[in-house]
């Protein structure tokens, strides 16, 4: 007999956790289950294991709203996270509702049934290959957790020495001593060269174009001096609050002013750097939020070009030799071992194919509605964060949404709830971040539309109202 719940929930890593609280917190009668493919919870932070792994947003607002974060650290560690994100578990008693090993392949709504389908991938540890259900809450990201993404290097073959990707990051790799070529400028790069040049014997940082990078304390002084005056929850809430309007003024001022935030930006690492700053490595081909910034902890990447343990080149790479690389400028890059921080693969919803009534959807051309829901997909919703903010506060808002819809469509005796596009709206892409791993899965991502709901906000204030306030009645949601 097939199990049958009220929600399933994809995923089981910050988002997914969230989901469940939310759910069992405002809906307390349905009952739910949350479907992980991995052996254990945790998500990204479970998943990652490479040296230095840190949060890329401060942790105020990328941890939970209703479990504070209590560590006086802002920036804080993966394995601090992810025990975070264990305790939270325990604590509500989510931990118990986690089925892993479930790895969802195929999900077929049933209009007659008006029920959920949930295929799951045959292996040793699950006794069900199906289960059913009225709703399904994707919270499984968006990327590709079997691998990341390395481009053809040319003559790559010819290297001696190592070449590993972060996502699949062998724990026994010893580099103390070893010469480091680290290729990427994003958070993965910049985490992993402060930390790497602390053993290595020399660390390069070839980028092809630089990103912003601006420093944080890791500490944040002014939320510790909150916990210290007032209520733990007061004292998150303030620090919270804090962090959501700097990070959102941040980001406004940026594209209002994107030369003199280019010049900010720019300073910042020229008075930490000292004599070894270079401008060219400093200075992006494209605007400030054309791509997500980069943030580093109390200076670590400029302290460490600053004493000449990193070196940071600007160039192409030319070849990969037996000894490393050489670059179009000439040069060669020696190295005994070679890092491709070059990127994420996207992944929607794990892969998964989602059916109506047994015949496959094509997701690229329905709709996000609110950043929440998929036009024509019935009784479906999915966890996304900001790119220009928290993972987190994105999520937690769609939460609050989705057990608005749950509630009211209880209140209505209704079963079935489904977005419906307006045709006459245009269609965009639904990512506007010019990122190269945003561009390469521009045909595989839904749309969004250029008018409200339809148009997905990278707001926190204007999701705020509308997700957690506004009305769950809009023309465009169909009941029955």
Excluded at 204 to 215: A, D, F, G, V, W
Excluded at 378 to 401: E, I, M, Q, R
Aim: proline content about 5%.
């Amino acid at each position: 007999m097939i199990k049958k719940y009220d929600v399933v929930i994809v995923g089981a890593g910050l988002s997914g956790i969230g989901a469940a609280y939310h759910i069992q917190d405002k809906c307390p009668g349905k009952t739910f289950t949350i479907l992980e493919a991995r052996g254990s919870m945790g998500g990204t932070w479970d998943l990652f294991k490479y040296p230095g792994i840190r949060s890329d947003s401060d942790m105020y607002t990328l941890g939970f709203s209703f479990n504070p974060w209590k560590d006086p650290k802002a920036i804080a560690d993966g394995p601090a996270i992810l025990s975070y994100i264990k305790d939270t578990a325990r604590k509500f008693g989510i931990d118990e509702k986690i089925q892993y090993h479930h790895k969802v392949v195929n999900a077929d709504w049933s209009s007659e049934e008006e029920v959920w389908t949930i295929t799951i991938e045959d292996n040793e540890h699950i006794e069900d290959s199906q289960i059913q259900c009225n709703f399904l809450f994707m919270c499984s990201g968006y990327y590709c957790y079997e691998s990341g993404y390395t481009p053809a290097f040319p003559n790559s073959e010819a290297f001696k020495g190592r070449i590993l990707h972060p996502q699949k990051w062998d724990a026994s790799l010893d580099y103390t001593d070893k010469n480091v070529v680290i290729i990427g400028s994003g958070a993965t790069a910049v985490t992993l060269v402060p930390e790497m040049s602390k053993r290595a014997r020399k660390v390069t940082m070839l980028q092809r174009s630089p990103s912003y990078i601006m420093n944080l304390p890791r500490e944040d002084a002014v939320a510790n001096f909150f916990k210290k005056i007032l209520p733990a929850k007061v004292a998150h809430s303030f620090a919270r609050w804090k962090n959501i309007l700097m990070s959102m003024f941040l980001y406004n001022i940026s594209k209002k002013r994107p030369k003199r935030m280019r010049n900010w930006y720019k300073k910042q690492a020229k008075t930490a750097i000292g004599e070894r700053y270079n401008d060219a490595d400093f200075d992006p081909k494209y605007d400030p939020w054309d791509q997500r910034l980069c943030l580093i902890p109390d200076n670590d990447l400029f302290d460490a070009v600053r004493d000449g343990s990193v070196d940071i080149v600007t160039d192409t790479i030319e070849q990969f030799t037996p000894e490393g690389i050489q670059v179009s400028s000439g040069k060669l890059l020696p190295a005994d071992i070679i890092v491709t921080a070059t990127g994420l693969k996207i992944k929607m919803f794990g892969g998964m194919q989602i059916q109506k009534d047994g015949q496959t959807m094509d997701l690229t051309q329905e709709h996000a509605y609110r950043g929440v829901m998929l036009s024509n997909i019935p009784n479906f919703a999915f966890a996304v964060g900001y790119t220009n903010a928290s993972w987190t506060l994105k999520c937690d808002l769609n939460c609050h949404f989705v057990t608005r819809i749950l509630n009211h469509m209880d209140a209505q005796g209704v079963r079935v709830c489904v977005p419906r596009f307006d045709a006459s709206i245009e269609s965009e892409d639904l990512l506007d971040l010019t990122s190269s791993y945003v561009q390469r899965a521009k045909d595989i991502l839904p749309k969004q539309g250029t008018k409200v709901p339809w148009k997905v906000h990278q707001n926190y204030l204007k999701d705020r109202r509308s997700l957690k306030y506004g009305t769950v009645k809009g023309k465009e949601l169909e009941y029955k």
